[in-house]
């Protein structure tokens, strides 16, 4: 089991910086990756960004370049750092983390935090 708590949401004016960490809790060894998705009203959830326990990381087209995720395994957190800030990223966002094992198959298990509110506006 891994439990997921969410933080540093909040509003920003466009052009604005925010940071959202995600501190992990449980059977941290076990995750393979961890990833923030966010979901705007009326539409569906997105992958924003990515990072594998190897470090490899994995952006949306619409975040390239202005839009940092990083893992800090001694504290077992992930951040998002958010620059430069547009309206259309106002959304809730979510951590989540990626388990994936060996029992006689691959087995994926999700976890989810509970999402945390960014929005852009003037």
């Known amino acids: 089991q891994v439990q997921l708590v969410e933080s540093g949401g909040g509003s920003v004016q466009p052009g604005g910086s925010l940071l959202l960490s995600c501190a992990a809790s449980?059977?941290?060894?076990?995750?393979?990756?961890m990833g923030w998705y966010r979901q705007a009203p009326e539409k569906q959830r997105e992958l924003v960004a990515s990072?594998?326990?190897?470090?490899?990381?994995n952006y949306a087209d619409s975040v390239k370049g202005r839009f940092t995720i990083s893992r800090d395994n001694g504290k077992n957190t992930m951040s998002l750092q958010m620059n430069s800030l547009k309206p259309e990223d106002t959304a809730v966002y979510y951590c989540?983390?990626?388990?994936?094992?060996?029992?006689?198959?691959?087995?994926?298990?999700?976890?989810w935090g509970q999402g945390t509110q960014v929005t852009v506006s003037s």
């Open positions: 990072i594998t326990n190897g470090g490899s990381t």
């Open positions: 989540g983390a990626f388990v994936l094992y060996w029992r006689g198959k691959n087995v994926r298990e999700d976890y």
């Open positions: 449980g059977s941290i060894s076990s995750i393979t990756a």
